[in-house]
């Protein structure tokens, strides 16, 4: 069953028309990553799928089910983990207390896994979320997300204000999830390595859809490359 189809969304925000005529899928196995220029429409396009911001009209299909019309608890309930922008942890609860938040779902994921995979956490599972560094905010964003052992998980960019170095690293563990059969949709303004990992994108320009198509393709055009890094 494919993981995600979202078909004509129509999103509002009031009075202000946002997305218009987003289409998109995500197949099974997939990184798919969505890129485009601040204020584009990449996280209303998220929050559109997850039941946050509701579409005026389209459809969202999640594993072959109508979800359009969902709440984001009934979405995440069909398997869908959400990584919003800015991270969202508490900042007052300690790390471990931060993984007990979620409800977790059956899977290969659970605290133990989390910590051997983000052996950082595990040295600082006593210290508050406001103690962390941005990449380990990051890191427990994605870990807390994991705990519901999604089919599919939503990323708003993660790499945001993080170093090189760590932006490989939540790169990588993006990849092995998607090697563990965890379908992806990215958000990002990291053009070229978020293409580097993804099979295919989509780039959104004023709220409609603007290319789709390989990822590689897309890496190699290097003027709209440099246009859309430039725009970043
Ligand atoms: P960014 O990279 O800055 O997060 P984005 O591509 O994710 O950009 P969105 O956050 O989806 O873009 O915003 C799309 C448009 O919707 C922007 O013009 C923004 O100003 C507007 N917008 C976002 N949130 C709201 C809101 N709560 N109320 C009204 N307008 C909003």
């Known amino acids: 069953m494919m993981p995600l189809k979202v078909e004509g969304l129509q999103t509002f925000y009031g009075k202000s028309h946002i997305l218009h005529n987003v289409g998109l899928t995500v197949n099974e196995g997939e990184i798919v990553v969505l890129l485009g220029r601040n204020g584009a429409g990449k996280t209303t396009t998220l929050r559109s799928i997850m039941?946050?911001?509701?579409?005026?009209?389209?459809?969202?299909?999640?594993?072959?089910?109508?979800?359009?019309?969902?709440?984001?608890?009934?979405?995440a309930g069909l398997g869908v983990g959400y990584v919003p922008e800015g991270r969202k942890i508490f900042a007052n609860l300690t790390v471990e207390d931060n993984l007990r938040v979620p409800v977790a779902r059956p899977g290969p994921w659970d605290t133990k896994r989390v910590f051997q995979t983000f052996p950082r956490l595990a040295e600082r599972r006593d210290n508050r979320g406001r103690q962390l560094s941005g990449g380990e905010q990051e890191m427990l964003s994605i870990a807390r997300a994991l705990l519901l052992n999604p089919k599919l998980l939503l990323l708003d960019?993660?790499?945001?204000?993080?170093?090189?170095?760590?932006?490989?690293?939540?790169?990588?563990?993006?990849?092995?999830?998607?090697?563990?059969?965890?379908?992806?949709?990215?958000?990002?303004?990291?053009?070229?390595?978020?293409?580097?990992?993804?099979?295919?994108?989509?780039?959104?320009?004023?709220g409609a859809i603007i290319y789709n198509g390989s990822a590689a393709e897309l890496a190699n055009d290097e003027e709209?490359?440099?246009?859309?890094?430039?725009?970043?």
Do not use: C, W
């Not at 090697?179 to 990215?186: F, P, Q, R, T």
């Open 51 to 75: 039941g946050l911001t509701p579409p005026r009209d389209g459809h969202v299909k999640l594993f072959g089910i109508d979800a359009t019309r969902m709440s984001p608890y009934q979405v």
């Open 157 to 206: 960019e993660p790499s945001q204000g993080l170093a090189p170095l760590i932006v490989k690293e939540v790169f990588q563990i993006i990849q092995t999830m998607r090697k563990e059969g965890i379908s992806v949709l990215l958000v990002e303004q990291n053009v070229r390595v978020s293409l580097g990992i993804a099979d295919r994108a989509y780039v959104l320009d004023d």
């Open 224 to 232: 709209r490359v440099r246009s859309m890094a430039g725009a970043s």
